[in-house]
C-alpha cells in the first residue's frame, strides 16, 4: 500500500515538473573506507532520481562492511 502511494506521488511530481521545466535523472555514486572506533571498513552507495535546478529526489541503497555488513536502504 505504501509503495504504490510512494509511487504514484513520484510519478505525479515527474508530470508536473517536467511541464514547467528541465527534469533529469540524477545519480550520486560514493565508494570509499569508513573509519570509526572498530576500524576502516568498506563503504559503496548509490542514489538514483530526479533533479531539477538544486533540487533533488531519489531512492538510495548501500552496502557496508562495519562489524557487521549491512545493507541501507534510503530516501
Known amino acids: ?3 504504490k502511494l510512494a509511487l504514484k506521488l ?3 511530481l515527474l508530470l508536473i515538473t517536467s511541464a514547467q521545466g528541465q527534469v ?3 545519480s550520486v555514486n560514493v565508494m ?3 573509519s570509526g572506533s572498530n576500524g576502516e571498513s568498506f563503504v559503496l552507495s548509490t542514489i538514483n532520481g530526479i533533479s531539477k535546478d538544486k533540487w533533488f529526489t531519489g531512492v538510495g541503497v548501500g552496502l557496508d ?3 557487521y555488513r549491512s545493507i541501507p536502504v534510503f530516501s
Do not use: A, C, D, P
Request: proline share 0%.
Open 65 to 67: 562492511y562495519y562489524r
Open 10 to 12: 513520484i510519478i505525479g
Open 24 to 26: 533529469r535523472f540524477s
Open 32 to 34: 570509499g573506507v569508513g
Open 1 to 3: 500500500m505504501k509503495l
